[in-house]
């Protein structure tokens, strides 16, 4: 197959003999045979040394006559292969094989023209239709965003023409088209720039004031606590309880308070050995129930959870009375 191809790109290169150069040496199909035979002969013997002899003896090009049609065969790439072997004679082994591999492709493509092998047309037919594979349509092929860009270029181009005045340099006129899209594309950039920034100071001033917002106070958190529970609001008395409890840790330096903390998370900031832990975690488990189960408890619970909350240290004792 390498060798068909080596063939078929020598044929593609050649043209009829009629528009060739009259100096070209007509022979016929067996002569070039034994032109190619005794140049592989003569560059199997070689040495490095031998090369440029060898090349002096290489035709140009040849006019091979076959039974169906005469062309020309150049022959100039086995001279400049050999040309490209002297230049590198450590590499004269590796070169010679390839040369010579080339050669005989060449001589049995030619063995088969005398044994009514189908002439150039079909020749160039079966060129073509390797090149047609699916693997060489890359080669030939040009991008699709290229063909876009060049159809969107050739319209405007058209629609410029009809709408444009005569006279129109349109070499400036494209310069300060291009200078106006940049600036448009600076300014965008820049007003993107400034609402990210801006929106940025924005969210940085709204935390600073959430961090300096004063907090309410551990006991007033428990006034009202215990307010709701002489009232009867059981449910309001939880809530604010829970509130006085994280609020009391928070003034006693055990955390931060911070508003997307669950309850169960500040339960488990507490250490094990911490005393306060068991009170917290009541007063956590009364609140989940109150809120996430809608079970306010008796009021007994109630009165249990202000006495959490007088443990905790957010209420006197005198004051838990309900």
Not at 175 to 192: D, N, P
Request: aromatic share 6%.
């Amino acid at each position: 197959m390498r060798r068909t191809v080596f063939l078929l790109l020598a044929l593609a290169a050649s043209t009829p003999a009629a528009a060739r150069s009259a100096a070209a040496e007509e022979v016929d199909a067996r002569a070039f045979i034994t032109t190619l035979e005794t140049l592989s002969a003569a560059i199997e013997r070689a040495t490095p040394e031998d090369v440029t002899r060898i090349i002096t003896t290489v035709p140009s090009t040849l006019r091979v006559r076959t039974r169906q049609q005469v062309f020309d065969v150049r022959l100039e790439p086995i001279a400049q292969s050999l040309a490209r072997a002297r230049s590198d004679p450590s590499r004269w082994a590796e070169r010679r094989t390839a040369i010579l591999s080339a050669l005989r492709g060449m001589t049995a493509e030619a063995e088969s023209f005398q044994s009514g092998s189908p002439d150039t047309v079909d020749l160039h037919r079966s060129l073509d239709a390797v090149l047609a594979r699916r693997e060489f349509t890359h080669l030939r092929s040009v991008p699709w965003t290229t063909r876009l860009r060049d159809w969107v270029t050739a319209a405007f181009r058209r629609v410029w023409k009809r709408v444009a005045p005569a006279g129109l340099d349109m070499d400036r006129l494209g310069l300060t088209l291009a200078w106006l899209a940049a600036l448009f594309a600076l300014s965008g950039i820049a007003w993107f720039l400034y609402r990210t920034t801006r929106r940025s100071r924005s969210s940085v001033a709204l935390n600073d004031a959430n961090e300096l917002r004063p907090l309410t106070p551990a006991r007033e958190w428990a006034l009202r606590a215990l307010a709701a529970a002489r009232d009867g609001q059981t449910s309001e008395a939880v809530r604010c309880a829970y509130r006085a409890a994280v609020q009391r840790l928070e003034e006693q330096g055990t955390w931060r308070v911070d508003e997307s903390r669950t309850a169960r998370e500040y339960a488990r900031l507490l250490e094990p050995a911490d005393a306060r832990r068991v009170v917290f975690h009541d007063i956590v488990r009364q609140f989940e129930r109150t809120v996430y189960a809608n079970s306010p408890g008796a009021a007994d619970e109630a009165a249990r959870l202000i006495h959490d909350l007088e443990l905790l240290g957010c209420v006197r004792a005198h004051e838990t009375a309900i």
